[in-house]
């Protein structure tokens, strides 16, 4: 069984449905509301160990109900919480999503995870040293993925740098990470609106741009690749980019190729897009083999 080891925010996720989104000013009518676990790094914990890896979570919760209810999930679906810690006096995170007109909008308040430093992730080193690939996104400090960044860089570990929420990052941290994952919006913040084919050859296999319903772009050294996504139904689109890390770092981690790496990633996407929840929607390897078979 590979080894993931996931360095990233765990919260709850606070999630409204409705037919579209207000204007400013505007009150509307909502259709539902839901509590849910989620964060970028305990989804993609979540989704990776749901597609047989052997997964451990680097983070913090707070001391509340959310904190419990956040490791408890964590806990159910295999993931190992020996270094998700509680702060004391300290709320969770918590991310408040609206569902409306297709896709979904979020507001990230970090909470416990502001406290996911250099020094607390340090106490986790072996296990980071061990893994096969980590993973690491940005809702939780900057110096942190700085840090995560060096390590892995200095004991040959596989990074994937998913740098989502967007904002600016560290030129020797892009060159240092073995695997750079943005969407098009985060690409936009990355780079400065520079032409995408120019950068995506500039850092060939390492730059890696989801684009949705179109696939996934990247340069394979030689020309521009582009894997197409799966045609689903979509029910509900928060957590698919979490997905999709976590199943393109299980399938790099098993030593498949990037090409082969990219299709397994795509088709748990399109999958998660299927049913509700970030961690509602993420399938099984079982569900995702079936797929990749037709």
Known sequence: MVKIVVVGSSSMDLVVTSPRRPEAGETIIGTSFKTVPGGKGANQAVAAARLGAEVTLIGCVGDDHYGSLIVDNLQKNGVSTDFVKPVT????????????????????????????????VEKALESIKKADVVLIQQEIPEETVEYVTDVCASNEVKLVLNPAPARKINPEVISKATFLTPNEHEYQVLFDGKERSEMLAALPNKLIITEGEHGVRYHNGTEEVVIPSYKVDVVDTTG?????????AVALAERKSITESLRFANCAASLSVTKFGAQGGMPTREEVERVVAK
């Not at 297709?102 to 909470?111: P, T």
């Not at 698919?240 to 393109?248: H, I, L, Q």
Request: hydrophobic letters at 40%.
């Open 89 to 120: 006096g300290v709320e969770s995170g918590t991310a408040h999503i609206t569902l409306a007109d297709g896709n979904n909008s979020i507001i990230v308040v970090k909470g416990a995870n502001d406290f996911i430093t250099p020094d607390y």
């Open 240 to 248: 698919a980019g979490d997905t999709f890390n976590a199943a393109f």
